[in-house]
């Protein structure tokens, strides 16, 4: 037979006491979390800024360029070097999208025995084309449309001008500075390490240059350039 419980029993503790050292013991215990981490504790928002990219804008597999380019690199452009292209390549530099900015990539293309216009066609389409696996995994990515076109100057433009199949402020942002930057560092369709270009409709060609504002800020193509009479 279970023997019943003999003794007296335990008293609770009375529920004031309880909560008088459970307070300060949970403000020690607070206070010494803090001071271990290193945080000082403040009543203002801290703004700890933007969170860091991710992307690095730069092709670890990308040829190096042997032809100046017509322009300043930005910093996060690809520098190193790569197997030669073949005899009927040339190493040509042309400018991506990435990371909120325009960056120039080097690519072997082949250009031999081209006109001007046709190393213009083929330019463009270098920046119409899907991008490789590298580029793309490095952050890089192309604003000109695939429908685009260019074509030589219009009556009474420049012997030098070329003009794009679309109106210039109706290209998406980027897209002016990429094709400016591309044809800027190449020397059989830049002088002086600018180009003249125009769109579709009747308005005056302008002459551009790769500047940092146009590779920087999406809205400075609708100012950039000067007119060329």
Same mark, same amino acid.
């Given at each position: 037979?279970?023997?019943?419980?003999?003794?007296?029993?335990?008293?609770?503790?009375?529920?004031?006491?309880?909560?008088?050292?459970?307070? @300060?013991?949970?403000?020690?215990?607070?206070?010494?979390?803090?001071?271990?981490?290193?945080?000082?504790?403040?009543?203002?928002?801290?703004?700890?800024?933007?969170?860091?990219?991710?992307?690095?804008?730069?092709?670890?597999?990308?040829?190096?360029?042997?032809?100046?380019?017509?322009?300043?690199?930005?910093?996060?452009?690809?520098?190193?070097?790569?197997?030669? @292209?073949?005899?009927?390549?040339?190493?040509?530099?042309?400018?991506?999208?990435?990371?909120?900015?325009?960056?120039?990539?080097?690519?072997?293309?082949? =250009?031999?025995?081209?006109?001007?216009?046709?190393?213009?066609?083929?330019?463009?389409?270098?920046?119409?084309?899907?991008?490789?696996?590298?580029?793309?995994?490095?952050?890089?990515?192309?604003?000109?449309?695939?429908?685009?076109?260019?074509?030589?100057?219009?009556?009474?433009?420049?012997?030098?001008?070329?003009?794009?199949?679309?109106?210039?402020?109706? =290209?998406?942002?980027?897209?002016?500075?990429?094709?400016?930057?591309?044809?800027?560092?190449?020397?059989?369709?830049?002088?002086?390490?600018?180009?003249?270009?125009?769109?579709?409709?009747?308005?005056?060609?302008?002459?551009?240059?790769?500047?940092?504002?146009?590779?920087?800020?999406?809205?400075?193509?609708?100012?950039?350039?000067?007119?060329?009479?």
């Amino acid at each position: 037979m279970t023997q019943p419980f003999r003794g007296t029993a335990p008293s609770p503790a009375a529920p004031g006491a309880a909560r008088r050292w459970r307070a @300060p013991l949970l403000a020690v215990v607070c206070a010494a979390l803090a001071a271990g981490c290193g945080i000082r504790t403040t009543s203002v928002p801290v703004d700890a800024g933007p969170a860091p990219s991710r992307v690095s804008c730069a092709v670890p597999d990308s040829p190096r360029a042997t032809t100046a380019s017509a322009s300043a690199t930005v910093s996060a452009s690809a520098s190193a070097s790569a197997p030669a @292209p073949s005899a009927a390549e040339s190493v040509v530099t042309v400018y991506l999208v990435c990371s909120s900015q325009v960056a120039d990539v080097h690519r072997a293309v082949a =250009l031999a025995g081209l006109t001007r216009l046709g190393t213009a066609v083929a330019l463009l389409r270098e920046l119409q084309q899907r991008l490789g696996m590298t580029e793309a995994t490095a952050g890089f990515g192309t604003a000109v449309q695939g429908d685009l076109a260019v074509e030589g100057p219009h009556p009474g433009d420049p012997r030098d001008a070329l003009r794009l199949s679309a109106p210039l402020s109706e =290209l998406p942002p980027f897209a002016l500075a990429q094709v400016v930057c591309t044809y800027a560092a190449d020397p059989s369709l830049s002088s002086g390490g600018s180009v003249v270009l125009g769109g579709s409709d009747d308005t005056q060609v302008r002459r551009y240059t790769c500047t940092s504002d146009l590779r920087t800020d999406p809205g400075a193509a609708e100012t950039a350039g000067t007119a060329v009479k």
